[in-house]
């Protein structure tokens, strides 16, 4: 009990977390939104286009898709194939789905650890971005803070798995 107590809590502050995130994403969403109008109303109406406006576009979208991965994860909107692991036992689906979360937990642990590598390299080479010298590093290490609510709800979804496989069987447990 103390341990399904846990794993709530986890789920409860993956979950918060999440959202504060979307939030982000969504500014990020309008943030290219904008850039996008005022370069192309700029362009058109006044024949002065935004001349950071494809350096605002792509930097916008690294904050809005990095935001969003967690809310995604949560939502189940990512790709899954569960055409045959859907007719298993109980047991069999949930070491599917915990096999699949430790999968993806370790594919988003390298992911913070190689774009904080990568931040860090960026930062010392005081690489910025060609038109407006924007630093690049703040968006590497965006990537990285994004990661870690994937890692949480990763994580959460793999102790569920783990005592769902654990789990002793009654007939009102039979799914």
């Known amino acids: 009990m103390k341990l399904n107590n846990s794993i709530n809590h986890l789920n409860s502050f993956s ?8 939030h982000i994403a969504i500014i990020g969403f309008l943030g290219m939104m904008a850039s996008t109008v005022i370069d192309v109303v700029g ?9 950071v406006g494809t350096e605002a576009v792509y930097l916008f979208q690294v904050i809005a898709i990095a935001a ?11 790709i899954r194939v569960e055409l045959f692991v859907d ?3 109980r047991r069999a689906r949930a070491f599917f ?14 992911l913070i650890w190689e774009s904080y590598e990568y931040g860090q ?5 005081k690489d910025v971005t060609a038109t407006s010298q924007i630093p690049l590093f703040p968006f590497a290490f965006w990537l990285t803070l994004s990661f ?3 890692c949480l709800i990763l994580l959460g979804e793999l ?3 783990i005592q769902e496989v654990f789990k002793k069987w009654t007939p009102s447990s039979s799914a």
């Open 121 to 125: 390299a960026l930062r010392f080479a």
């Open 43 to 51: 362009a058109k109406v006044f024949k002065w286009p935004l001349p």
């Open 87 to 89: 007719k298993l036992p």
């Open 68 to 78: 969003a991965i967690a809310f995604a994860q949560i939502d189940g909107r990512h």
């Open 148 to 150: 870690i609510p994937v």
């Open 97 to 110: 789905h915990g096999l699949a979360s430790l999968l993806g937990l370790v594919l988003f642990v390298i």
């Open 15 to 22: 979950y918060k977390l999440s959202v504060w995130f979307e």
């Open 159 to 161: 102790l569920n798995s």
